[in-house]
């Protein structure tokens, strides 16, 4: 088949045998160590001091500029991909799902290890039908939840004891953090009941780690097994006002619901890390901080709230750092591509930093511009796809905005968090390319007058005018 408009202007370069095995050792080895599905904290540490993706960056705009193409074909052993080199491949991929699935082999053979009937590695209208369910329980295209109100006021119950631990202690690590995430994010999803069972989610966590070989390990059937118990019970004992519930209310007895639910807390994990790292940027521009705050403090924080520029921030955040670092989806037909022929089941391959930090193109690649996705600049760019892009976007999205941006409206109109342990975030340098997010730490002095920033957001720093701890 040939696919027309944008795609016929597509050239598409056949790789050598240097330049696959460059695509290998670059790009896939190193994303792959540090975790696709579980991030790896020792690999992440590596990678960060390596600069992994700013390497892996550079070496795909070099040979963009070299080959002069948009696209490059390498032939591998029982695999062909395409690694597209040209963002405006970018949304003809992602808005085209009968020719382009995302149920590829390598995502197929990952993900059925823990939700074996999840909407991403279906098809047909079983697909649709699961992808219906998510759209409906997460309100894909409502900022503002149906349940905002109960998921508020547990968000800033929760992230209000995070921060009474974090001021006891006067440090915040990412364990801190995300023991206090995990409490929240249980009780969104299933009610304040399940906030302190971690079993679920270290049992999700093992086969998530087993998931990064994907095809490379055994599948574990009774731990999966395990995980769908816990996950039923969970779901069976979801309290009014939580996510389960919500979604049971509207599809009761889906016999695949839990599937997706595994899907939410998957999710969940790597909004946290994005949520963290958004932390770090805020407490390392002042400015930018200074505007989120001020939002923040409008209303009481235990109300539902927009919050347009911290949620903008976290979107910042996933551009800079994405916590998908490939899009990938095969093509269920031949086709012409460009100036190339692929046979159906080649693997395309967005490589997301490449599009989110090429300088290139962004005048802002590696600076920190919340303002980018309020001015429509960031929304307008093809390749920055923080959630995905097209059908196949994040239903979730909405949902993560509205938690992440109600966590840190919380933290930061209790406190001053200043990076002790990071490398430079500030606004006088490029941002690095790689961002570990288990080895930022805190130093957290409360506000004065906490009493009422904890209710409204206000509140006095205790450091002084450029004062930092060491």
């Known amino acids: 088949m040939n696919v027309t408009r944008e795609e016929e202007t ?3 370069a056949v ?67 395409v690694v597209v080199l040209h963002h405006r491949a970018v949304s003809s991929i992602l808005d085209e799902t009968s020719i382009f ?38 309100q894909i ?8 109100g109960p998921v508020s006021r547990l968000v800033y119950d929760e992230t209000q004891a995070l921060m009474s631990r974090t001021l006891r202690t006067k440090r915040c690590d990412w364990t801190t953090f995300e023991e206090g995430w995990w409490k929240t994010v249980r009780s969104v999803v299933f009610g304040p009941h399940a906030k302190r069972d ?11 780690r087993s998931a990064n070989w994907s095809y490379l390990t055994p599948r574990k059937w009774g731990r999966r097994d395990e995980l769908g118990r816990r996950l039923q019970d969970h779901m069976a004992a979801a309290e009014k006002g939580s996510l389960a519930a919500y979604a049971q209310e509207g599809d009761p007895g889906n016999p695949d619901a839990w ?70 989806r095969d093509t269920t037909q031949a086709l ?10 080649t693997a395309f391959v967005i490589y997301t930093p490449l599009f989110h930090r090429d300088r290139e193109r962004l005048g802002y690649a590696d600076a920190f511009v919340p303002d980018a996705w309020l001015d429509g600049r960031a929304r307008s760019e093809p390749g920055i796809v923080p959630f995905s892009s097209g059908p196949e976007r994040c239903p979730g999205r909405n949902v993560v905005l509205l938690v992440s941006a109600e966590v840190l409206a919380t933290m930061l109109c209790r406190a001053e968090f200043v990076p002790l342990r990071t490398p430079n975030l500030g606004p006088d340098a490029p941002l690095p390319a790689t961002l570990d997010p288990f080895g930022i730490r805190f130093a957290v002095a409360a506000l004065v007058d906490n009493d009422q920033a904890a209710a409204t957001g206000g509140g006095k720093s205790l450091f002084g005018p450029g004062q930092r701890l060491h």
């Open 336 to 345: 012409e591509w460009g100036s190339a022929r692929v046979p159906a089941g």
């Open 15 to 81: 790789a050598t045998a240097w330049e696959s095995a460059q695509i290998l050792a670059v790009v896939v080895a190193p994303t792959v160590a540090m975790g696709t599905v579980k991030r790896r904290p020792w690999a992440m540490r590596v990678g960060q001091a390596l600069h992994i993706d700013r390497i892996a960056i550079r070496w795909l705009q070099r040979i963009r500029r070299y080959r002069r193409c948009d696209a490059l074909l390498v032939r591998l052993p029982g695999r062909t991909l």
């Open 101 to 138: 699935t995302p149920d590829t082999h390598e995502k197929h053979a990952a993900l059925v290890k823990f939700q074996p009937h999840g909407a991403l590695i279906t098809r047909g209208p079983i697909r649709s039908r699961l992808r219906d369910f998510n759209e409906a329980a997460l």
């Open 198 to 208: 971690t079993d679920a989610m270290d049992t999700l966590d093992r086969l998530r």
């Open 259 to 328: 599937h997706q639910v595994a899907h939410w807390l998957f999710a969940f994990d790597a909004a946290g890390m994005a949520t963290y790292r958004t932390l770090a940027l805020l407490a390392s521009h002042p400015r930018q901080r200074e505007l989120a705050v001020s939002q923040a403090s409008a209303r009481p924080l235990w109300e539902p709230q927009t919050l347009p520029y911290l949620r903008a921030s976290v979107e910042e955040s996933l551009r800079l750092w994405p916590t998908t670092p490939f899009l990938l």
């Open 10 to 12: 597509l050239t598409t």
């Open 141 to 148: 295209d409502e900022p503002i939840h149906e349940l905002a």
